[in-house]
């Protein structure tokens, strides 16, 4: 399905969103619960990730297929690795059987898992043969992705002697890994992260527990756009999320002041504010972000910076090159249809400030669903048409009824 979207005329409309519940928690709780069934999820995200992982750890299926959900398969990899006897072939869709899984497969392998590639060395599908690991330690690089070292994290309190893991390089992601250790924290999993060296104690047996899921972070980054690309005044309210938080995006709400956006919180929500004009320091010589600890909002800035007009210079991006599609490539071939001047390295990406945006341009999403949302705010601006636009539905199955409550209009072409 492809979208012809036009933007809000007036934000001044006090709306309440309901975002579902964030797919990083949901996730990394979903394989828990499948290790220690005490535990009650609440506000489970309703992402086609989080679904496909659900359907994974419950089925009965030899042959698992998981899509595009990256976290999926990172996760189910090292869950299937010590499932005394069950044998899986764990596949995906054919970008995710050139992402890059080796680094993983090799630190299990390390443990004594028994894990073979069946198509391209280094790559999904995977024949995982599950078996009890009894080595307790290992050394994984941790400058990749944080999921392999997450991956890891959540079946360490399930082996017999715990797992100390050595972190290998500068450690990327950090906030994701910490959010992992935090959960296993709220459970009573003790563990402990100094310098590179992570280690996890065995536990046998959990109380009962229920988790609420905190509403997710990254969706939240559109919301953030469009109040920057407003008039001052309008507003919005969301939930549920909590000024605490466990994920590196949260980050957002400090981020977003450069751009006039204010973060009340409240019990349960955030009201986002534009409160002021972009600050004369950005408008002058542009911001610079190092994004190595929340790269999925990385998109998002970038669009709105080009909104507004202003150039950016974002780093630590290199975990983009190996998401749902090469990131840094498919934003700069997207932001230059639309009239802006970007350069992209491996792991950063320099905006040059724009004083015109192209309408109706067909925004190409690369089956990546924060392509398709990072884009929308514009249509604030100018029209814009979103191809394949039911991709959403990875992270955010209620994207477009969310944009129609607010205003947007959202014409099938």
Known sequence: MDLHIEGVENMLLKKSINVSGSKSESNRLLILQQLFPQITIENLSDSDDSKHLQHAVTTSEADINIGHAGTAMRFLTAFFAMQNDKTVVLSGSHRMHNRPIEILVQALRDLGGDISYVEKEGYPPLKIVGKELTKDSVAINGNVSSQYISALLLIASSLPNGLTITLLGEITSIPYIEMTLSLLNQLGIESTFKDDTIFVKPQQ?????????ESDWSSASYFYSMMALSDIGSEIKLSSYRRESLQGDSCLAEIYEHFGVETTFEENTITLKKKNVISRAVEKSGIELNLKN????????????????VACELTGLHTLKIKETDRLEAL????????????????????????????????????????????????????????????????????????KKIGFQCKEL
């Open 332 to 403: 700069k071939a997207e932001l230059t249809k639309l009239g802006a001047t970007v350069s992209v390295t491996d792991h950063s990406l320099h905006l040059e400030p724009s004083y015109e945006i192209v309408k109706n341009v067909r925004i190409e999403t690369y089956h990546d669903h924060r392509m398709a949302m990072a884009f929308v705010p514009l249509a604030m601006k100018v029209p814009i048409q979103i191809e394949d636009a039911n991709v959403v539905t990875k992270s955010y199955r209620n994207f477009w009824e969310d944009m």
């Open 294 to 309: 929340a790269p999925d909002i990385a998109q998002t800035i970038a669009v709105t910076c080009f909104g507004l007009g």
């Open 205 to 213: 047996n959990l109380d009962s527990k229920t988790v609420v899921v």
